[in-house]
């Protein structure tokens, strides 16, 4: 069976299906860059040393992710804590994910819950 034909991006070059072109990926990259320098650092958003300890330890009290029972890498806020402490802090809004379900389908969530189109 045949794969996908190419597509043909903006900037008229041709890109096999599935990929994206230079000029995408270098877009995608400023953006990435202009955002990352508006964003304070992790310790000023509460990952200190004091959260590694805790994570550790949520983390070897529940070593699978919610999600698939995979081994749990990540320790996740389930409501976003946006800088309330009080979220942050409270165990009862952590569960346990692996990195794929955090960085995939956890992010799509919470970026349609942010735009309002959580169903």
Not at 66 to 92: E, K, M, N, Q, Y
């Amino acid at each position: 069976m045949p794969g996908k034909p190419p597509r043909i991006c903006g900037c008229g070059r041709k890109v096999p299906a599935g990929l994206r072109c230079e000029c995408q990926a270098k877009r995608d990259a400023e953006r990435k860059a202009r955002f990352d320098k508006t964003r304070p650092s992790s310790s000023a958003r509460g990952y200190t040393s004091k959260w590694e300890r805790a994570r550790a330890d949520f983390l070897a009290a529940h070593p699978f992710c919610r999600r698939c029972g995979a081994p749990a890498t990540v320790v996740d806020h389930i409501i976003p804590h946006r800088g309330d402490l009080s979220l942050f802090w409270d165990r009862s809004n952590w569960q346990p994910l692996c990195a794929a379900d955090h960085n995939s389908a956890k992010q799509i969530e919470e970026r349609r819950a942010a735009k309002g189109q959580w169903t």
